[in-house]
């Protein structure tokens, strides 16, 4: 999970261009889509120019102080005032710089902090494969066809024409609920993707009950119903089920 004081870092190197091509791009497509971090660089960049506007005057008030000291107390005084000049602006860009940090987490609500918390593990977490129980394309029903179909489109991320797919042929086995869930939580419609993840979370006798119970609980934290997600975290520790170990980090993460 990144915290402001990361963002804060990635939002420097960002606009001194000193990102790899890789995490530019990763970062432009994140601002792309949220608005918290749109927020930290905009206050990035006015306190940018505050700073660079301050120092500006400062410099050019303090060229004038040095020609003016130079002919009427000599060097030694003028060098002294400079040295006193330069420390309390290195207390000011500090306190500043401190300001800046105390508005990120004030910015930055437990709710979001749930939400990027969910996001990272649920990243981490998309290794859904599907495997027709039929390999030959030449013999699969048309139902094993439609699900691979929209099987390929989440994995280029075309979650919209994925769900169009699963819901027009009322695809229904527990690998086309669970794909249905993934889907709607990528689109941020959480609601549906609860429904989703309950329903198979909810049958013991789904071979993929370990799935969507992590799934189901990831969503919960992604709404802020951590109250939701803890007993679920515990169930998946408990059972040794899927994502286990990712399961125990998340929870003492939430227990923090």
């Known amino acids: 999970m990144s915290t402001p004081h990361d963002d804060f870092d990635v939002i420097a190197a960002y606009r001194e261009d000193t990102l790899t091509p890789k995490e530019k791009a990763a970062f432009v497509a994140r601002l792309a889509k949220d608005n918290q971090l749109q927020i930290q660089l905009d206050l990035y960049d006015n306190l940018t120019d505050f700073l660079v506007t301050e120092e500006i005057a400062r410099t050019k008030t303090l060229t004038n102080t040095l020609i003016a000291q130079k002919h009427a107390k000599g060097k030694k005084r003028v060098w002294l005032t400079y040295l006193l000049n330069y420390k309390k602006r290195v207390v000011a860009v500090a306190a500043i710089i401190l300001v800046f940090i105390g508005l990120f987490w004030w910015y930055y609500p437990a709710s979001q902090r749930n939400a990027d918390l969910a996001q990272h593990y649920f990243s981490a977490s998309q290794t859904l494969s599907y495997h027709p129980n039929t390999m030959s394309s030449n013999v699969l029903d048309i139902n094993e066809k439609k699900l691979l179909e929209a099987h390929e489109l989440y994995e280029k991320k075309v979650y919209v024409e994925a769900l169009n797919i699963l ?10 609920i669970l794909l249905t ?32 119970r992590w799934y189901l609980a990831l969503t919960y934290i992604a709404t802020n119903n951590t109250t939701a997600a803890i007993p679920l975290l515990q169930t998946i520790i408990k059972d040794k089920s899927a994502y286990y170990e990712q399961a125990r980090a998340l929870l003492a993460k939430l227990k923090t």
């Open 167 to 176: 819901k027009n042929y009322s695809l229904t086995t527990d690998a086309a």
């Open 181 to 212: 869930g993934v889907c709607e939580y990528e689109l941020q419609n959480y609601s549906a993707a609860i429904t989703s993840f309950l329903s198979l979370s909810n049958n013991p006798n789904s071979d993929r009950v370990g799935l969507a």
